[in-house]
């Protein structure tokens, strides 16, 4: 049973545009929600978090926003860039509990 | 860079065998998690060892075990290997420390079952 979702296989975005990747979770005992980004043959690689007392946790370029009562989060890559191509995984924990549930993952592609 | 190593990067292995993979935690952090990505999905979470006790477990069957060592190493042991164990398995450690902590991931080990 996938608790994470990630509806949109793939995403390509021009240069200097924003990036916005979607994550949908069914578990309402999920409490910390991280992003990971990951390159081709290398492991992924930690982005951005967010406990779920805050609605916007904000690092850099990126952005998470966390809507409990719909139970949906989005990163926002702004502006993005070409080495941001890479696919990125939606990841939820529950109170208490380390162990991550990912969603599928999303390809974004940044065009020149 | 994590400070997370694995070993080996690749492996072909046949049906039925036994394979050992291994993974170099990142100094400091207490508590390791072992992941099976397979193609085109997410990781999925077989397990956890905290303090070298399992710690949890994922869906995942007996045949698929661990280790974890003081010195912040540890193995992911499965036997009797199928066609569908052909995966890359991660390895992630973090510092537990009562609050929400974030794991930090190796670069896998791809395993290929023929």
């Known amino acids: 049973d996938q608790q994470v979702k990630q509806n949109s296989p793939s995403l390509s975005v021009q240069e200097g545009r924003i990036s916005i990747l979607n994550c949908d979770y069914t578990n309402s005992m999920f409490d910390y929600f991280l992003w990971y980004k990951k390159y081709p043959a290398e492991g992924p690689t930690f982005l951005i978090s967010?406990?779920?007392?805050?609605d916007k946790n904000e690092d850099g370029r990126f952005t998470v926003f966390l809507n409990k009562s719909a139970k949906h989060l989005s990163l926002h890559i702004v502006p993005s860039q070409p080495g941001d191509s890479a696919v990125y995984f939606c990841a939820a924990s529950e109170i208490g509990d380390y162990k991550l549930s990912f969603g599928a993952g999303t390809t974004v592609t940044v065009r020149a | 860079e994590t400070g997370v190593t694995q070993s080996p990067t690749h492996l072909i292995k046949t049906r039925g065998q036994q394979v050992t993979l291994r993974c170099s935690s990142q100094s400091g952090h207490n508590t390791v998690s072992w992941y099976q990505q397979a193609l085109g999905q997410g990781p999925q979470f077989i397990f956890q060892?905290?303090?070298?006790?399992?710690?949890g477990r994922g869906n995942f069957p007996p045949r698929f075990s661990g280790l974890q060592f003081p010195n912040y190493s540890s193995e992911l042991n499965v036997n009797a290997l199928e066609l569908d164990d052909s995966a890359l398995y991660l390895c992630?450690?973090?510092?537990?420390?009562?609050?929400?902590?974030?794991?930090?991931f190796g670069p896998g080990t791809r395993l290929l079952v023929l």
């Open positions: 060892y905290y303090r070298e006790e399992e710690n």
């Open positions: 992630a450690s973090s510092l537990v420390s009562g609050t929400q902590e974030t794991q930090y």
């Open positions: 967010i406990s779920s007392i805050k």
